[in-house]
Each structure stands twice: as structure tokens, then as C-alpha cells.
């Protein structure tokens, strides 16, 4: 019987071990891909839009060239902190069910062997952020193999019709970086302007583009459909049909509830978010959220550095209240 379980290897779950680690408590972190897993799914060459200090954990200094640090960067840094700190993070183990017990939680894991295995800790702490649930479309065609919800890199689509569905800041940027490279891009939202959350030193880059017609974009048109070489959407009632060798459906993420139904978790049936307490305890006793993994489809409320917080609340009150019966 482990004290804690810690659901996810991203920064927020990181820190949540090294203050598990350091408070004494028995404590193991499952991860279902690669260490920061989201982070290493980033695009290639990507900077991230805030500045270094506000993404290091456990007081270690992340030392960057730049005031912003780009993907290789982060991913260094974190392999680092978690060697240093020598976690107990388990990848490559797929959290698959999760159920409360008078004792406490019952964990099942999948590991690449494709065995299941049953782990029990008295608290559990999910923070699996939302990368890995895309915001889908619902029209034929998304599912085509040219088609993602991620972006990676540009190089690949010189010379290629490139759509991207979606107007805030991700969007810009692949846009951008896609354009640089020699594609021919093409930007579709539903919206009448960009996202107001767009990034301020974005905007005029991307502005200028459109004003030069380097880069098309398409307002308050609506996706119906996705086919092998084209985008079909509709404008005003008009059918609009726009060439695409690639698609990026960059229309953002949510947060997955399934663990949280499996464990009896109240949550919100239109936003997806989990009933939380002051100390991000959700309705089930011993069962905390830190990061966005508890904010459903609220994800503009959490980012790294409030979600570090989180961390650092729960893991108080779990260390608090270690000594307690599980329901205490």
C-alpha cells in the first residue's frame, strides 16, 4: 500500500513527486508515454511563450540561451530534475481504471507487455493534463491519415497546400513557422478575428502576412467535411472549397473525465470540470487534481506555473493528513 499515486509525468506531476518524495511519503508516478510526455509531442523546433523560471520545479534552475526556453531545452531540463531528485516515475504505464475502496484507490496499469497490474495507495493525485484529447470537429474525413490535431514541424510541407483549423496562438505560430518554409497556408475559424488570447508579439507578424496575401485565412466559415485533398466548408451559406495536401485541426484540447467517473467523481456535464475543494481535493475523498486535469474543457485557467501551486497544496494536505484514515 503506497501512500500516493501520482498520475501523469508532465511538469505538474513532477513537482507534485519531489514534494511527495521530500514530505516523506510513499509514493509512485505512472506515466502512459515518454517522461513530460506532452512536452516531447510539442512541435519540433517550438519556444515556448513563457519564460524559463516560470516552468522549474523543485527550486532547480532552468538555464536557458534565451529569457524563453524552446522544447529541447525543457525536455533536458526535466530528465535532469527528475534524475537529480531520483523520482519514482513508472512510463510507458497506462492508467486504465481507477476505483475507491474502504481502504483507499486501486490502480490498474497496461505496461507495454500488454499485462495488467494492480497498484493500491491510500490518495491519488491526477495530473494527466489535456494534450492527449483534442477538441474534434465531428465531420467525415477527420480521420484521414493526412489530417492531425498536432503540429509538428514545417519542413515536410515545402511546396504543399497546408489548412489549419484554428485561430489562437498555436495556430498563428504553425501558420507562421508553416509559411517560412515555403507551404502554401491557408487558416480557417469560425470566429470573425483571431482569438483575443493570440500573443501580442504574434499578431503583427501574422497580420501582415494576410495584408500581403502570403497567408489566407477564412472568418466565420464552418468545417463540413475533410477529403483526400481539400477542405469543404461553408461561408455565409456558400460552400468554400480549399486545397489541402495537409490538415492541422489546431482547435484545442480538453481534459478527460474517465478516471474521474471511474472513481465517482462529480464533474460538470457541460465544461467536463471536476467539483474541487480549496486544496483541489475533488468530491471523492483522497482523489486530488493538479494541473488542468480537473478543469475539463476550462483549460485557458490553468498553465504550468498556477498549476505548480496546485502541486504544492496538495501535496501539503495529503502529507497532513498521512497519518489519518483514508476518508479523514
Not at 243 to 265: C, I, K, M, N, W
Request: hydrophobic share 40%; with cysteine; net charge negative.
Amino acid at each position: 500500500m503506497l501512500d500516493l499515486i501520482i498520475i501523469g509525468a508532465g511538469p505538474i506531476g513532477l513537482e507534485a513527486a519531489i514534494r511527495a518524495k521530500r514530505a516523506g511519503l510513499r509514493y509512485r508516478v505512472l506515466e502512459k508515454g515518454a517522461l513530460v510526455d506532452a512536452i516531447y509531442r510539442y512541435p519540433t523546433y517550438m519556444t515556448f511563450f513563457t519564460t524559463s523560471e516560470r516552468l522549474e520545479i523543485g527550486g532547480h534552475p532552468l538555464v536557458t540561451a534565451t529569457d524563453k526556453p524552446t522544447r529541447k531545452e525543457a525536455l533536458d531540463y526535466y530528465r535532469k530534475v527528475a534524475h537529480a531528485e531520483a523520482l519514482e516515475v513508472r512510463p510507458y504505464a497506462e492508467v486504465t481504471a481507477l476505483r475507491r475502496d474502504a481502504d483507499g484507490f486501486e490502480v490498474t496499469t497496461v505496461r507495454r507487455d500488454g499485462e495488467p497490474r494492480t497498484l493500491r495507495s491510500r490518495f491519488v493525485a491526477l495530473a494527466t493534463g489535456y494534450f492527449d484529447h483534442p477538441n474534434r470537429l465531428g465531420v467525415p474525413g477527420e480521420d484521414l491519415a493526412h489530417v492531425s490535431h498536432y503540429y509538428d514541424e514545417a519542413h515536410p510541407y515545402y511546396g504543399q497546400e497546408v489548412a489549419i483549423v484554428g485561430a489562437g496562438s498555436s495556430a498563428a505560430d504553425a501558420a507562421l513557422d508553416l509559411h517560412r518554409a515555403g507551404a502554401r497556408v491557408t487558416m480557417v475559424h469560425r470566429g470573425d478575428d483571431f482569438r483575443r488570447s493570440l500573443k501580442y508579439w504574434i499578431r503583427p507578424n501574422l497580420e501582415n502576412r494576410l495584408k500581403e496575401g502570403s497567408i489566407v485565412a477564412h472568418f466565420r466559415t464552418e468545417i463540413q467535411a475533410i477529403t483526400d485533398d481539400a477542405v469543404i466548408a461553408t461561408r455565409d451559406g456558400r460552400r468554400v472549397t480549399i486545397p489541402a495536401d495537409r490538415v492541422f485541426l489546431l482547435t484545442g484540447y480538453h481534459a478527460s473525465r474517465e478516471l474521474l467517473d471511474q472513481a465517482g467523481a462529480v464533474t460538470d456535464g457541460e465544461t467536463l470540470a471536476a467539483e474541487l475543494d480549496d486544496r483541489f481535493q475533488t468530491s471523492v475523498p483522497g482523489l486530488y487534481c493538479v494541473g488542468s486535469a480537473g478543469f475539463g474543457r476550462r483549460t485557458s485557467d490553468v498553465f504550468i506555473e498556477n498549476g505548480l501551486v496546485h502541486a504544492e497544496v496538495a501535496i501539503a494536505d495529503i502529507a497532513r493528513r498521512a497519518g489519518a484514515p483514508a476518508d479523514a
